[in-house]
T-cell receptor, first 112, second 116 residues
Framework: QKEVEQNSGPLSVPEGAIASLNCTYSDRGSQSFFWYRQYSGKSPELIMF????GDKEDGRFTAQLNKASQYVSLLIRDSQPSDSATYLC????????????FGKGTKLSVKP | DTGVSQNPRHKITKRGQNVTFRCDPISEHNRLYWYRQTLGQGPEFLTY????????KSRLLSDRFSAERPKGSFSTLEIQRTEQGDSAMYLC??????????????FGQGTRLTVV
C-alpha cells in the first residue's frame, strides 16, 4: 500500500513567522514530490515540486527532500494570513507510469 | 477556457440511483486522474488513464465505480447504486505525459455529489 503521511494539524503560526510542514512516504522508489495548496471549497493548486535531495527555493517557499529518510518538507517564510489553507503533499509513484498519491493534508492557520 | 473542466458541478441523487460525471482535460494532456475528496481529507486516488488506457485502479475502489476514456480525450466516472457514503467531491486532474515525474497535475473544479 502506497502511503503518504502528513500531520493533519491545524498548525497555527503568527504572521511573519516560518511555517514548517512535513510529509513522509512509504515507497523508497518514489522519485518526485509535489506540494499543493488548497483553499476551502477550491481545487488544489501546485506550489512547487522537488525531485533531488536537498533544498529548492521559490520566493517565500522552500521544499526540502531527504530520500534516505523518505521525508519531504515545505517551509513558508514570512507567513501571511493569505497562506492559511490546507497543504497537500503528493508523491509520484511508479516512475514513468506517473501515478500521483496525496497525503491527507495539513491545515495551516496564520494569525494576524 | 483551456483548463480542466468537470460537469456537473453539483449532483444530488437518491440512494440507489446511478450517476455519471464528465471530465474534459487540458487538450494536450495524455494523463487523466480521478480522485475523491471528503471534508478534511486529502484527495483519495481512484484511477488514472494514459490516453484511453486505464493504467491503475485503486484496490479500495468498489466495483460499483467504473471509469472510461474511450478516445483518449474526455473521461467519464460512473457510480452505480449510489450509497450515502459516496457523497464527496470528485476531482479530475490532467498532466503531460512526456515527463510525468516533474510535471504539474492541473485540477478541475470538481463535482460535488450528495446522496440522499
Amino acid at each position: 500500500q502506497k502511503e503518504v503521511e502528513q500531520n493533519s494539524g491545524p498548525l497555527s503560526v503568527p504572521e511573519g513567522a516560518i511555517a514548517s510542514l512535513n510529509c513522509t512516504y512509504s515507497d523508497r522508489g518514489s522519485q518526485s514530490f509535489f506540494w499543493y495548496r488548497q483553499y476551502s471549497g477550491k481545487s488544489p493548486e501546485l506550489i512547487m515540486f522537488i525531485y533531488s535531495n536537498g533544498d529548492k527555493e521559490d520566493g517565500r517557499f522552500t521544499a526540502q527532500l531527504n530520500k534516505a529518510s523518505q521525508y519531504v518538507s515545505l517551509l513558508i517564510r514570512d507567513s501571511q494570513p493569505s497562506d492559511s489553507a490546507t497543504y497537500l503533499c503528493a508523491v509520484n509513484y511508479g516512475g514513468s507510469q506517473g501515478n500521483l498519491i496525496f497525503g491527507k493534508g495539513t491545515k495551516l492557520s496564520v494569525k494576524p | 477556457d483551456t483548463g480542466v473542466s468537470q460537469n456537473p458541478r453539483h449532483k444530488i441523487t437518491k440512494r440507489g440511483q446511478n450517476v455519471t460525471f464528465r471530465c474534459d482535460p487540458i487538450s494536450e494532456h495524455n494523463r487523466l486522474y480521478w480522485y475523491r475528496q471528503t471534508l478534511g481529507q486529502g484527495p483519495e486516488f481512484l484511477t488514472y488513464f494514459q490516453n484511453e488506457a486505464q493504467l491503475e485502479k485503486s484496490r479500495l475502489l468498489s466495483d460499483r465505480f467504473s471509469a472510461e476514456r474511450p478516445k483518449g480525450s474526455f473521461s467519464t466516472l460512473e457510480i452505480q447504486r449510489t450509497e450515502q457514503g459516496d457523497s464527496a467531491m470528485y476531482l479530475c486532474a490532467s498532466r503531460q505525459s512526456w515527463d510525468p515525474m516533474n510535471t504539474e497535475a492541473f485540477f478541475g473544479q470538481g463535482t460535488r455529489l450528495t446522496v440522499v
